[in-house]
C-alpha cells in the first residue's frame, strides 16, 4: 500500500527558507509523477509544482523562480526548496504521487505546516 509522509514544514519569517521533503513507500517511484500542493485555511487546495518521471517540472506562477522541486529516486524522495518565502505561503503543504500512464492511480500524504510571518 502506497504512503506519503512529508516532513520539514515549521515557522520562519518573511524572506526566509525552507526545504520540504516528501517520502514515498509501497510504490513504484519511477513511474510515478510527483507534485506539491498547498491549502491555505478558508482556501481551495492549489497546485504549487510537479515534476514528472522524466524530470520535467512545473511551478505555479506564485512560485516560479523561489521555489524549485526535484526527485532522488534512489532515496523514493521528493524535495521542495522554498526560497524568499512570502506571508502568502502560508499553508499546509501537500505531496502526491501521480502514475504517469494511469492518472486515476495517485496518492495523497497529510500534509505539512509552513507558517510564513514577520
Known amino acids: 500500500q502506497a504512503q506519503i509522509v512529508e516532513s520539514g514544514g515549521g515557522s520562519v519569517q518573511i524572506g526566509g527558507s525552507l526545504t520540504l521533503s516528501c517520502s514515498i513507500s509501497?510504490?513504484?517511484?519511477?513511474?510515478?509523477?510527483m507534485g506539491w500542493h498547498r491549502q491555505a485555511p478558508g482556501n481551495q487546495r492549489e497546485f504549487v509544482a510537479s515534476?514528472?518521471?522524466?524530470?520535467?517540472?512545473t511551478y505555479a506562477d506564485s512560485v516560479k523562480g523561489r521555489f524549485t522541486i526535484s526527485r532522488d529516486s534512489g532515496k523514493s524522495t521528493v524535495l521542495l526548496q522554498m526560497n524568499n518565502l512570502k506571508a502568502e505561503d502560508t499553508a499546509v503543504y501537500y505531496c502526491?504521487?501521480?502514475?504517469?500512464?494511469?492518472?486515476?492511480?495517485?496518492?495523497w500524504g497529510l500534509g505539512t505546516q509552513v507558517t510564513v510571518s514577520s
Open positions: 515534476i514528472t518521471t522524466g524530470g520535467d517540472t
Open positions: 509501497g510504490i513504484i517511484f519511477s513511474t510515478y509523477d
Open positions: 502526491n504521487a501521480v502514475h504517469r500512464a494511469i492518472r486515476s492511480a495517485n496518492c
